[in-house]
């Protein structure tokens, strides 16, 4: 079994904390930035992106590679999916209408899976003449109690044999065996979060009500689950 849930959804909260909150941009403009020095220069990039959650990022990225002098023959997104393909398709269809008005050659193709233990090289359809890049945002530390997932996906990885892989997570410590070191780090770290999206999402005390609310069932899975059930489990970036 794999956790089907761990932070925010397409929502319009959602859009909300990503402009307004600094961070969220940051993080995926600084992904950004690495494939442009990367790859930039590439005729065909294939981007798998292991949670693509709305997608806004990959908009920015589209507008830096419009930038470049040399055209882009093709950028193709492979998006994997452990929630339902309609959230994935709409997230499609935004991202192929954006690529059209940019007149950008684009292809968009949605892998569903119910666990990552699933995940197997020829879904995604490499070739080649493709620079390959994988993102995996946010998503690795939903595997650690479940090592075989996480063996699995990358030894696919692995032979995928990417020129980039960009991993973004938190650094935290969330795996305490005991209760109360873990409530305490808990405490700390979504007290520092939520005082964040009182002040960026001060005009948009709706959204910011909203975003503390889905957050509500990280904190639940952090601090009172054991075992398996703590999906979840944000590490050290020792660990």
């Not at 997230?91 to 995940?119: D, H, W, Y």
């Not at 020829?122 to 080649?128: D, N, R, S, W």
Request: a negative charge; aromatic letters at 6%; one cysteine or more.
């Amino acid at each position: 079994m794999c956790p089907s849930s761990h932070g925010l959804s397409t929502h319009l909260a959602h859009l909300s904390v990503h402009q307004k909150v600094p961070i969220n941009q940051i993080m995926q403009l600084t992904a950004i930035q690495a494939m442009k020095e990367n790859v930039g220069s590439a005729r065909k990039i294939h981007l798998i992106d292991l949670e693509i959650w709305g997608g806004v990022q990959w908009t920015a990225l589209m507008q830096a590679l419009a930038d470049r002098q040399r055209r882009l023959d093709r950028l193709k997104i492979t998006a994997v999916g452990l929630r339902g393909t309609q959230k994935i398709e709409e997230t499609g269809t935004r991202l192929e209408t954006f690529a059209k008005s940019m007149n950008q050659p684009f292809t968009f193709k949605p892998v569903q899976v119910s666990c990552m233990s699933e995940i197997k090289e020829e879904l995604f359809e490499t070739a080649a003449d493709e620079t390959v890049v994988v993102v995996a945002h946010m998503i690795l530390r939903t595997m650690l109690s479940r090592p075989a997932c996480l063996q699995n996906l990358m030894g696919v990885i692995k032979i995928i044999n990417p020129s980039l892989m960009i991993v973004g997570e938190v650094e935290a410590n969330h795996i305490s065996p005991t209760f109360v070191s873990r409530f305490i780090e808990a405490l700390f770290f979504y007290g520092a979060y939520f005082d964040r999206i009182e002040t960026c999402l001060e005009q948009s005390t709706e959204h910011g009500t909203i975003t503390e609310a889905i957050f509500s069932e990280g904190i639940e899975n952090k601090v009172a689950m054991e075992g398996t059930d703590r999906g979840a489990r944000n590490v050290k970036i020792d660990v």
